[in-house]
């Protein structure tokens, strides 16, 4: 049985990933902390405002779906992986995961 902080976080994951890759992606800013700023391969954000103007502009004009293929969680340690193929708008399926 998971625990209230382990079953929590599953849901907060979980929202996140039905909101960024449902029709209203600003909804994903209700789970980012304000001052959220991130460095990676596919764009570095200094804000939570950047950051959800990346990820619309990744949705609406390169996604055309996501196939959730796995939905992890570990009670040793909260955190709750999920593992998806992003399928972009040329039809090609590009692995995808987040915490």
Do not use: C
């Not at 849901?11 to 996140?16: F, G, I, K, T």
């Amino acid at each position: 049985m998971a625990s209230a902080s382990a079953s929590l976080t599953r849901q907060v994951v979980r929202a996140y990933h039905d909101a960024w890759t449902g029709p209203n992606v600003a909804r994903a800013g209700d789970y980012i902390a304000q001052d959220f700023k991130t460095r990676a391969s596919v764009g570095s954000y200094d804000s939570r405002t950047e950051y959800l103007a990346g990820l619309s502009n990744f949705r609406t004009n390169f996604v055309t779906r996501v196939d959730l293929l796995s939905e992890l969680l570990s009670m040793a340690i909260v955190e709750a992986p999920l593992v998806a193929v992003v399928v972009s708008a040329g039809g090609h399926g590009v692995p995808s995961g987040g915490h």
